[in-house]
């Protein structure tokens, strides 16, 4: 496997993993680094794992995975002498395929020596395992599918489309105007492209809001609103998640009958 590393900040790394293109970055500190997301073959872990031991210069025994899709863990099949840390989400979300060493609720501190990681789970958007690595003093958030610079954002039955704009918003509010996003797919990108990715996703879901309570069926949506801020292709996928995620609140739409006349 041809392992290229790529400077994000000091001591910061990625390189981009195959299958699916998935981003796997290195931190290190002054005694010892940590990898987030793995890959998602297992047939190239040990590979991975011996670059980014030589690449960083310092031990190397704990990988953190973003979420649950297994093109961020599976690599770590082939990875031996490392702990995982995960959400506490990710066991059940792959029915319990993915074990991780370490798996936590809300927040998760990780000290590497002269640089301290914080491990968050902002809440349910792009699966319900999110986690966030926020690397403050090397100006680094790795926020894993939460953005995508490759292409638009991706979802599946774990999503939360509703909450990905506050989940976005509060990343960036942990950032600085000089931090560097590194997302699961993609090149790094800086803060502005993550308050557009945020912006852009609260107009998808408040559009089908505003969809839903004018009376519009999900089968009319796309065609009914006049614009989006997403590929047709994303979008039509989104609008029955986001129909399922405000019915369940109580949001439907009403049909509207004419007024009679008398």
Known sequence: MDISWKP???RVWYTVTQPHDANVVCIAGDERAVLVDAGGSAESGDSLLASARELAGVPLDHVIVTHHHDDH???LVGMEGVESIAHENVVTDTDGEFQPSRTFSLALPLNLGNRFLEIVHYGQAHTRS??????QSAGVVVVGDLLESAGDPQFDETSKIGGWPQ???AVVGASRRDTAFV????????REFALLASGDMAILFSTVENLIRSGVRRDRAFEAAEEWPLAEETVRRAIPMIYDELEAEGVVPRTQLPLSSF
Do not use: N
């Open 167 to 169: 989940v976005l918003d």
């Open 8 to 10: 994000v900040a000091d």
């Open 73 to 75: 863990w599976r690599g």
């Open 183 to 190: 997302p699961g797919h993609g090149e790094p990108v800086d």
């Open 130 to 135: 999110d986690v966030v690595v926020v690397a």
